[in-house]
C-alpha cells in the first residue's frame, strides 16, 4: 500500500533552496547549465523506471501549473503548492513521481522550446531538488546513518589529478578496520554509476582546488539524486578554504584529517545503529 502521506521537512527545503541559489550566484554560466542539465535529466528519468503515479487528480493542466509556480523567485509557492495537494491527498509516490519528476520532463520541454529562459529554469530545477531533498529527509527508502558495518567510498572529484591524499586516508581507514572502495580519477559519469550500482552508505570525497568547486557541487547533486540517504563528506586540500564548501556543496561533514574523519563518521555509527 503506498503511504499516503509524505513526509516533508521545511527545514531541509529551505536550506537546499539557498544552497542551490548559492551554485547559480557563484559558477559561471556553463557550470549551472549542466548542473541543471543533470537535475533535470536525472528526475525526469525516474518516469521511465517506474509505473505511473496512478492518481487521478494529477493531470497534464496540474503538472503545467507547478512549472509556472516553480520558476518563481520565491520558495514558498512551490513549498506551497506540494503542501496543498498533499492535504487533498495526493500519496507520496504521486508527488514524487506525479509532480516532482513529470514537472522535471515538463521544465526541459519547455526549456528546449525556448519557452523559458534560462535564469526561470535554473530557479524552478533550484525548487525542484529542494523539493526532493525535503519529502526524502524522513521516511525514505534507507536508513538516514549508516548500519554498524565500517565501509565507504572514497573517490577523487572527477578531473582532480592528485590522488596521493586520498589513497593515504584510504590506508589509515583501513587499518582501522574499515572497508574502503578508492576510486581515484573516474569519470563523473562513470562514478556515479558506480554509486548506483553499490550503493555506499558512506562516501568521501577529495578536492584539491577551487577551480574544482563546481565539479564538486554538481557531482553531490548527482549522488543526492541517486541515494538521497548516503553521508557525504569532503576533505579539502590544505589551500583551501574548507568553510567555503558546505556553503556550496549540499554535504554532511568536512573532514579535517583521516583521522579527524574516523572519529566523525564513527561517532555517526555509534549514535545511529
Known sequence: MVEQNAAFDPEMFARTALLFESKRQTFAP???QALAGDVLRRLAANLNKNDSADDTMI???SVDEFCDVLVQPETAPAREFIEARRAEGVTKMG???GYISSAARRLGERWDDDELSFLEVT???????????????????????????RAAMFATV???????????????????????DLQIGTSFDALV??????????????????????????????????????????????????????????????????????????????HHV
Open 193 to 270: 554509476a558506480h554509486v548506483e550500482r553499490t550503493g555506499p552508505r558512506i562516501i568521501g570525497l577529495s578536492i584539491s582546488s577551487d577551480g574544482r568547486l563546481d565539479t564538486l557541487a554538481r557531482l553531490v547533486v548527482a549522488l543526492r539524486l541517486a541515494l538521497p540517504h548516503t553521508i557525504i563528506g569532503v576533505a579539502a586540500a590544505g589551500g583551501m578554504t574548507a568553510s567555503r564548501i558546505p556553503k556550496l556543496a549540499d554535504i554532511d561533514l568536512v573532514f579535517e584529517s583521516a583521522e579527524a574523519a574516523i572519529g566523525q563518521l564513527e561517532q555517526q555509527i555509534v
Open 123 to 149: 530557479i524552478g530545477t533550484g525548487h525542484l531538488y529542494a523539493l526532493m531533498r525535503a519529502l526524502r529527509a524522513e521516511n525514505g527508502p534507507l536508513p538516514r546513518v549508516p548500519n554498524s558495518r
Open 59 to 61: 493531470t497534464a493542466k
Open 158 to 180: 572527477p578531473g582532480e589529478d592528485h590522488g596521493i591524499g586520498i589513497t593515504v586516508a584510504a590506508e589509515v581507514f583501513r587499518e582501522k578496520d574499515w572497508e574502503i
Open 95 to 97: 508527488v514524487y513521481l
Open 30 to 32: 556553463e557550470a549551472v
